[in-house]
């Protein structure tokens, strides 16, 4: 692994254990394994690390899927619900993205890369004719990232996201049919299941 | 205005403006215009202060509604949109709903107070045949509640709230058409004018 990756991953493990706050540049650089000289030449600072963290979210995600269209979208929050309680970049990007407010940060550039990801899936629902005809792509990708973001939230909560896929199933079975028509509702897998299975 | 109710106020400007870590007794106190001795006579710690303050959300919106079954949740959800522009019990209570993970509480009663209130919208809207037969007013009501947190927080992040009712009729749009049959659908009204003239 290439040095910039161990420390980001480095950094999203201590991001995850000890928020923002917590964590310092000397932290991260013991438990990457590298020089503080070598963090520092790859980022200048704790603030462009977090940022770093926070936008490498979808890679995590993303290139666990192959479904197209609805299925797309279904899939990447179900893998997204199941990678949360497990993988320290997801898990540091989604803390870091919720305490921001709280250390002065404003990042909105990894919701919004989300966004445009379910968007996209969205817009090939579309096209596809999966999509009843009221829905707007991007206002309802605006919403699941809403939607995702206190769901987990609540779930973290409640039971540290035990419950997660299940709440992100629940999420769908509430969507699905407004914005989807019969056929396609009944042909979309939601199920905890499928979301166990794309992540074995 | 009773003491404890000065002092729970001004502690919610406190937190709103602050933070949990960044709120002391002795600020909250100045705020209130009380002598220390009031505040630890009322509340041990700043800890229970912050419950109370989580828990007082609800006072500030419910007193505001009128309306019964369906249309009852979504004016509590527009009232809220709009109240947590202004209203310092709701910003703090928010705040400290979403930060208390990362300073050691995991308060989930004012969560679970919202999604009872929601729940028995639900349960009456159902009685009035308000529902799709699909719909489970407890699993909905909870979704709902970790929804509005997630786009409230999202919203926050882009532009300090000022779409947020904008965004929970946005909201409404996405869900209303797969929980509530046609006709419900058209008589609910779940417009930011709604929302304006509720709060005014």
Known sequence: MKTRQTIISAAAEVFDEFGYNGA???QIMQRAG?????????????????????????????PRLTSQGLQRVVDMTL?????????????????????QVGFGLRET???EAWEHLIEDCFVGAQEFGELREHVVPRSLAEFVV?????????????????DLPARIVEMWKVLLPGIADDSTVQRIDASVQRATDLVA
């Open 34 to 62: 590298v020089t503080l000289g070598a963090v520092y030449f790859h980022f200048p600072n704790k603030e462009e690390l977090a940022r770093t963290v926070m936008n490498s979210q979808p890679g995590t995600v993303v």
């Open 79 to 99: 893998v997204w619900s199941c990678q949360l309680q497990r993988d320290p970049i997801l898990r540091a990007g989604v803390r870091l993205g919720v305490e």
């Open 24 to 26: 310092s540049m000397r």
């Open 109 to 111: 550039a990894s919701y």
């Open 146 to 162: 809403g939607a995702c973001t206190g769901v987990q939230l609540y779930s973290d909560l409640v039971c540290q996201r035990a």
